[in-house]
């Protein structure tokens, strides 16, 4: 079984998405399909033995859409995926730029007309209250022909997907919302047209001064500036894989033969030795293996630091260098990298449906032909019920502008926008904050989370020991007492040792030459510097020597779960550092920012309850449950469950693992390289524990989006189609004029997509 994500061609609305769906759905071979009109694209689970991405792209070319299958694909044995990447990105988008290209040329060519329109029939319509003085014989004959020409040619040239709508409509049986703009204009322009043709054959039967040309060429028009508008707002909500996409660069400098050559980035192979100049892209991930510079990483880690590169250390693709040259070997090519998972996480989770996107596909499948029922039904009304009251020729008027006017403002375009549009940009403004979302259903569940469970190390701190407190006991001050115990260390593995070590090289500070070192099995070590004995190590070590010093002040360091070193010679003790894994500068404002939000927060660490408890204490953690294992962190989450608590997990996605799955929304930390992105719903790239307040609120903002695009739309047609229809004349005389259905119309949806756009500017 393969799956894989093609962008759709043709696809004007919601009904197109229902269409495709369906159609798609019955293809033999085809196991599951989601359609996603937002983001024009249709994600397909089929069996490559009985179908083929071509011969899906066949089941629906007839009804006007088709799939775009990178050619050459399967003739170079690649997925389309890999073969879009090896020929090149950003394709689409200039397929979309040419589209909205089209659109405004025609709209341009249209407006013209339109406006002229609109004049006459403003007019005409003033004329009629006395307002200005009637039409002359002579510019009313004028008009009676030029407004035909004019809505020829909107109809056959701009309105031509309209008229393709109804052609499918009446070969296929399949309804879109082009199929209803053209049947409701081409009725208004071939009823027109029959009264112009055979004007004096039907004068005693209906009254011919009214013809329909204007609606036929203002309606085709708004509805196509409509699109136009659309269109460009729908390009804007994409733009966060767009800059994504220029993080990638294009070439890399390759030593082959001995010589440095740049080759497209396709070309990089794993085990290159790949030259990173100053103010170059990093092209692929890799390790460094000669020369160092720092490297800026905020695309990754989003700290604005740019970070020390030596031998040793882990590029990642997309990242800037900055000063230096170095040279690191690639490990990491093409879809491995770093960037072309967070490219694809983006992709698949914009193209992802969120549950509250069920309603309006349900809603927008059946909208379509409800509308063609509706509009028939009251076009028949106004011919039963108003031929009595109104005469037949009154009753056929006002009984076509109802027929267009709700075919016209029933399109379900803006239902269709609310829930797409909305998650694209919420999940793309995510991705530049560094919060990776795998699909929009963990979005919309992350806004109802009450409780936060959060994992201790890697999470609340920085998860690896690091030296934090220096006393010094004795004449030596701080500097030389770190000196002596760096020194000892660096002979030393144990993770302590290397976190002493971590310290003197950051303070740079120079290491001492130590002789006959000796390690002390469960105590600690000792070694010789210039000709005095040292000894460092634990309390049982400075025991065993006879010594004696103020214990209390070591104690203190011990209740805080702090591990301490102590330095010493034969004779006396010198000092002593501490050894911690130090809370993370952002965990006490984000736990804070959480209570804000009404939110409980609950620490989970196989750590002893002392350290826990103290720990908990520094950050304002509301509950700490110590000494456990990954399966009691999995019991814990189902314990909240079972109290009916919406429970999202935070951990590294490693050992959490299990109970990030049982979460209603497991986080990865994510660090670096090593960002566990499949591991999670969520994955806050950097580790930043802040960054889950802003994914909760980015969930709030997100949701609050779609409710309101979802209640405009609602409300938008629930108000417009019984005014199109003429149901409150008989009441206050309101008949909504087809040329008003036709801006509402766009109006609605270029102010969802407006609304959803909204979600770039807020904060988090």
């Given at each position: 079984m393969r799956t894989q994500t093609y962008d759709v061609k043709g696809m004007h609305c919601a009904s197109c998405a229902s269409i495709i769906e369906k159609t798609l759905k019955k293809t033999e071979g085809v196991h599951a399909i989601e359609v996603n009109y937002g983001t024009e694209r249709v994600k397909v689970s089929f069996d490559p033995s009985k179908t083929s991405p071509h011969e899906l792209s066949k089941h629906i070319e007839s009804l006007g859409y088709s799939l775009r299958v990178p050619p050459g694909a399967e003739m170079m044995n690649m997925s389309e995926e890999e073969h879009a990447a090896h020929a090149g990105l950003g394709r689409s988008k200039d397929e979309k730029l040419m589209e909205i290209t089209d659109l405004r040329s025609k709209v341009i060519s249209a407006i013209p007309l339109a406006i002229f329109s609109i004049l006459v029939m403003g007019w005409d319509i003033a004329a009629q209250y006395a307002m200005v003085p009637a039409m002359g014989t002579t510019p009313k004959e004028f008009f009676h022909h030029l407004l035909p020409i004019f809505a020829t040619y909107t109809l056959f040239v701009v309105g031509k997907p309209y008229l393709l709508g109804v052609y499918r409509f009446a070969r296929y049986g399949k309804a879109n919302m082009d199929t209803l703009i053209g049947i409701g204009t081409s009725v208004a322009f071939l009823y027109s047209f029959i009264v112009s043709a055979f004007e004096d054959t039907l004068r005693p039967f209906i009254n011919v001064e009214h013809t329909y040309y204007d609606v036929t060429i203002v309606v085709i028009t708004f509805i196509a500036l409509g699109k136009y508008l659309e269109a460009r707002s729908k390009l804007r909500t994409g733009d966060a894989i767009e800059k994504l996409l220029h993080l990638q660069a294009k070439t890399a400098l390759v030593i082959r033969d001995g010589t440095e050559t740049d080759i497209p980035i396709a070309d990089v192979r794993h085990g290159d030795h790949v030259v990173v100049k100053p103010g170059a892209r990093i092209p692929v991930d890799g390790v460094v293996i000669d020369g160092s510079s720092f490297v800026d990483e905020s695309m990754v880690t989003g700290e604005p630091m740019p970070v020390k590169k030596g031998i040793g250390g882990a590029v990642v693709s997309g990242t800037m260098n900055t000063t230096g040259t170095f040279t690191f070997e690639a490990t990491k090519i093409g879809s491995e990298t770093l960037l072309a998972q967070i490219i694809r996480m983006v992709e698949e989770a914009q193209g992802s449906r969120a549950p509250i996107q069920a309603l309006a596909d349900k809603i927008s499948s059946v909208f379509v032909p409800t509308t063609l029922v509706i509009a028939f039904l009251?076009?028949?009304?106004?011919?039963?019920?108003?031929?009595?009251?109104?005469?037949?020729?009154?009753?056929?008027?006002?009984?076509?502008?109802?027929?267009?006017?709700?075919?016209?403002?029933?399109?379900?375009?803006?239902?269709?926008?609310?829930?797409?549009?909305?998650?694209?940009?919420?999940?793309?403004?995510?991705?530049?904050?560094?919060?990776?979302?795998?699909?929009?259903?963990?979005?919309?569940?992350?806004?109802?989370?009450?409780?936060?469970?959060?994992?201790?190390?890697?999470?609340?701190?920085?998860?690896?020991?690091?030296?934090?407190?220096?006393?010094?006991?004795?004449?030596?001050?701080?500097?030389?007492?770190?000196?002596?115990?760096?020194?000892?260390?660096?002979?030393?593995?144990?993770?302590?040792?290397?976190?002493?070590?971590?310290?003197?090289?950051?303070?740079?500070?120079?290491?001492?030459?130590?002789?006959?070192?000796?390690?002390?099995?469960?105590?600690?070590?000792?070694?010789?510097?210039?000709?005095?004995?040292?000894?460092?190590?634990?309390?049982?070590?400075?025991?065993?020597?006879?010594?004696?010093?103020?214990?209390?002040?070591?104690?203190?360091?011990?209740?805080?779960?702090?591990?301490?070193?102590?330095?010493?010679?034969?004779?006396?003790?010198?000092?002593?550092?501490?050894?911690?894994?130090?809370?993370?500068?952002?965990?006490?404002?984000?736990?804070?920012?959480?209570?804000?939000?009404?939110?409980?927060?609950?620490?989970?660490?196989?750590?002893?309850?002392?350290?826990?408890?103290?720990?908990?204490?520094?950050?304002?953690?509301?509950?700490?449950?110590?000494?456990?294992?990954?399966?009691?962190?999995?019991?814990?989450?189902?314990?909240?469950?079972?109290?009916?608590?919406?429970?999202?997990?935070?951990?590294?996605?490693?050992?959490?693992?299990?109970?990030?799955?049982?979460?209603?929304?497991?986080?990865?930390?994510?660090?670096?390289?090593?960002?566990?992105?499949?591991?999670?719903?969520?994955?806050?790239?950097?580790?930043?524990?802040?960054?889950?307040?802003?994914?909760?609120?980015?969930?709030?903002?997100?949701?609050?989006?779609?409710?309101?695009?979802?209640?405009?739309?609602?409300?938008?047609?629930?108000?417009?189609?019984?005014?199109?229809?003429?149901?409150?004349?008989?009441?206050?005389?309101?008949?909504?004029?087809?040329?008003?259905?036709?801006?509402?119309?766009?109006?609605?949806?270029?102010?969802?997509?407006?609304?959803?756009?909204?979600?770039?500017?807020?904060?988090?």
């Open positions: 009251t076009l028949g009304a106004w011919l039963l019920i108003g031929t009595s009251t109104l005469g037949f020729s009154q009753a056929l008027s006002f009984g076509l502008v109802s027929f267009v006017g709700v075919l016209v403002i029933a399109c379900p375009c803006a239902l269709g926008l609310a829930t797409p549009t909305a998650i694209i940009v919420g999940i793309g403004k995510g991705a530049k904050e560094g919060i990776l979302v795998k699909d929009a259903a963990t979005l919309e569940t992350l806004h109802k989370i009450d409780t936060v469970i959060l994992d201790k190390t890697g999470t609340v701190t920085i998860g690896k020991p690091m030296l934090t407190d220096i006393q010094s006991l004795s004449a030596l001050n701080e500097r030389a007492l770190v000196t002596i115990l760096a020194s000892l260390e660096k002979k030393s593995e144990h993770p302590v040792a290397h976190a002493i070590g971590m310290y003197a090289e950051e303070k740079e500070i120079n290491f001492n030459v130590v002789s006959e070192f000796e390690g002390m099995q469960g105590k600690g070590i000792k070694g010789t510097i210039e000709g005095v004995e040292y000894f460092a190590g634990n309390a049982k070590l400075i025991n065993e020597l006879g010594l004696t010093f103020d214990r209390s002040s070591i104690d203190r360091f011990t209740t805080q779960g702090k591990t301490p070193v102590i330095l010493a010679t034969k004779e006396e003790v010198l000092g002593f550092v501490t050894v911690a894994d130090e809370i993370k500068k952002e965990s006490k404002e984000a736990i804070a920012d959480l209570h804000r939000l009404g939110i409980k927060v609950v620490m989970l660490t196989g750590d002893e309850e002392k350290t826990a408890q103290y720990v908990a204490s520094l950050v304002g953690i509301d509950e700490v449950v110590a000494h456990v294992l990954p399966e009691d962190k999995l019991r814990k989450v189902q314990e909240l469950q079972g109290q009916g608590k919406i429970v999202a997990m935070a951990g590294d996605g490693v050992n959490d693992a299990p109970a990030l799955a049982q979460a209603n929304v497991g986080i990865a930390m994510g660090t670096g390289t090593d960002v566990a992105i499949e591991s999670a719903g969520i994955t806050l790239l950097g580790g930043d524990l802040s960054k889950l307040v802003k994914a909760i609120k980015l969930s709030k903002l997100t949701m609050r989006g779609i409710k309101q695009n979802l209640f405009w739309a609602f409300i938008y047609n629930s108000i417009g189609i019984p005014l199109a229809a003429g149901l409150f004349y008989p009441i206050f005389g309101w008949l909504l004029s087809p040329v008003f259905a036709g801006m509402a119309m766009a109006f609605s949806s270029v102010s969802v997509v407006s609304n959803s756009l909204r979600i770039k500017a807020q904060r988090l």
